[in-house]
């Protein structure tokens, strides 16, 4: 899933178009996301116990992922996510090629190419 759990995104499409939030949970077998503030449900909470209100609430539910676009946090531009395979060592900062050298995927702004 290209899009993770802390990332900013920008809403595309529907109601909430043009708004931006932080993602609080990712579903990646429904490739759904649930943004802070978006997507709001009104929920009916019960009294706990006797003597209590009941209480109205909005909560977000969660949205597609296609209705998103990832907030680099670098550039600050709404952009695609792109994949690079680069090594562990030259993530750290060391010397490339030791044979114990392991690769990691990480993602890539572009627009501004950076690491995210
Ligand atoms: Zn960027």
Do not use: W
Request: include cysteine; charge should be positive.
């Amino acid at each position: 899933m290209k899009i993770k759990k802390g990332d900013q995104v920008l809403i595309i499409s529907g109601k909430y178009r043009g708004k931006k939030g932080k993602v609080l949970k990712a579903f990646p077998k429904e490739q759904r996301l649930l943004i802070e503030g978006v997507n709001l449900r009104k929920k009916h909470i019960r009294p706990k116990r006797e003597g209590e209100k009941g209480q109205i609430v909005e909560l977000p539910a969660p949205i597609h992922i296609s209705n998103v676009k990832l907030i680099c946090p670098k550039c600050k531009k709404a952009t695609k996510v792109g994949y690079k395979v680069i090594s562990k060592r030259t993530l750290r900062g060391g010397a490339k090629g030791s044979s114990k050298d392991q690769k990691s995927k990480v993602r890539i702004c572009k627009k501004c190419g950076q690491k995210i």
